[in-house]
């Protein structure tokens, strides 16, 4: 009874400083509704540690983590179905596809995607929301926002977050597509409570190396949000077959067997940059390249031997750039 009343005390304390002057009088550039996200942030903040974060924990330690895995991935999976529509709102037809074999494959295999088999056979997940989409369709993202109980935000993430409660209900892919409301309600708060769960680790390093956590938590949203958006600006990145770089360029060097043949050498011969190393003791292949990058006049001698009849200041290499350094009591 005394704690909960300790929480209530915590909130109200925050409810009051929210009610109080929303102004900053030097804004970070950037963040010019920074004095009403300040208020916000603090709101939040008191109903986390109040509220949330005990029942985080509790879950936590009551819930083994075999089952709490189970739960996000259910979680996850049918997020997918969303993040897979809005693949294919940006016109991003492959990412669409695997994320939507991603949720066959996890719902028939995983079990109703407990269990991320695609995942574990190297299909990793394709994150996407609305808000992404509306970045991805030219919409700026507008000044950083901090929602109610939601958290971190900017306006066009805003906009966003009403398309994903709307879009994720009409493709069944959030607990707002379920029509029974106590059924709805409990699962909407299991979300919740393992999503906190979740990122229990993540809030106390934040605790303990933040100097401010509001601008800490600020900056790391909007990178993230920025990092994301860029992905889904750059080109769809395909494997490509071994020997070749992912890019498509052919200025980096081949580092091939040199015994596997006339294959390892034109591959290092293709590109003009790279210089040829051949073993002298190599096949006929090697030995080509090597004197094709001889003058004709070059004695065929091991090096540092001098041939026949030649004076003793013959120099060892044809190079006239590499400088000779003859021994002076040499015969």
């Given at each position: 009874m005394k704690q909960t009343q300790i929480r209530l005390v915590g909130l109200a304390s925050a409810l009051v400083v929210l009610a109080g002057c929303a102004?900053?009088?030097?804004?970070t550039p950037g963040d010019p509704l920074e004095g009403y996200n300040r208020n916000m942030f603090a709101f939040n903040d008191a109903v986390d540690r109040n509220l949330?974060?005990?029942?985080?924990?509790?879950?936590?330690?009551?819930?083994?983590?075999?089952?709490?895995?189970?739960?996000?991935?259910?979680?996850?999976?049918?997020?997918?179905?969303?993040?897979?529509?809005?693949?294919?709102?940006?016109?991003?037809?492959?990412?669409?596809?695997?994320?939507?074999?991603r949720v066959l494959f996890n719902s028939t295999m995983g079990l109703g995607g407990c269990i991320d088999v695609a995942s574990m056979k190297g299909a990793p997940r394709i994150q996407n929301d609305f808000g992404t989409t509306l970045g991805v369709w030219g919409i700026?993202?507008?000044?950083?926002?901090?929602?109610?109980?939601l958290g971190p935000s900017t306006i066009r993430d805003t906009?966003?977050?009403?398309?994903?409660?709307?879009?994720g209900s009409a493709v069944y892919a959030s607990p707002g597509a379920i029509s029974d409301v106590p059924v709805r309600n409990?699962?909407?708060?299991?979300?919740?409570?393992?999503?906190?769960?979740?990122?229990?680790?993540?809030?106390?390093?934040?605790?303990?190396?933040?100097?401010?956590?509001?601008?800490?938590?600020?900056?790391?949203?909007?990178?993230?949000?920025?990092?994301?958006?860029?992905?889904?600006?750059?080109?769809?990145?395909?494997?490509?077959?071994?020997?070749?770089?992912k890019a498509g360029s052919s200025n980096l060097p081949s580092y091939d067997d040199p015994e596997a043949g006339s294959a390892g050498a034109a591959g290092v011969?293709?590109?003009?940059?790279?210089?040829?190393?051949?073993?002298?003791?190599?096949?006929?292949?090697?030995?080509a390249a090597q004197s094709a990058s001889r003058p004709a006049t070059e004695p065929s001698a091991a090096v540092g031997q001098k041939p026949a009849g030649a004076p003793a200041s013959a120099p060892a290499n044809a190079d006239p750039s590499v400088p000779v350094y003859t021994d002076p009591e040499g015969k």
């Open positions: 102004s900053v009088k030097n804004p949330l974060t005990p029942v985080a924990k509790g879950y936590q330690a009551v819930v083994p983590s075999p089952v709490r895995t189970c739960v996000t991935n259910i979680f996850n999976n049918f997020g997918d179905i969303w993040s897979g529509v809005n693949s294919f709102l940006q016109g991003r037809g492959l990412d669409s596809v695997n994320t939507f074999g700026g993202q507008g000044p950083y926002f901090v929602l109610p109980l906009a966003g977050t009403v398309g994903d409660g709307f879009g409990t699962v909407w708060g299991i979300s919740i409570v393992n999503s906190r769960a979740n990122l229990l680790n993540a809030s106390d390093l934040m605790n303990d190396v933040a100097l401010d956590r509001y601008s800490f938590l600020r900056d790391a949203y909007l990178q993230r949000r920025q990092a994301l958006l860029n992905q889904k600006l750059g080109p769809v990145v395909l494997d490509q077959p071994d020997g070749q770089n011969a293709a590109n003009p940059n790279v210089p040829v190393y051949d073993d002298p003791e190599a096949a006929p292949a090697g030995d």
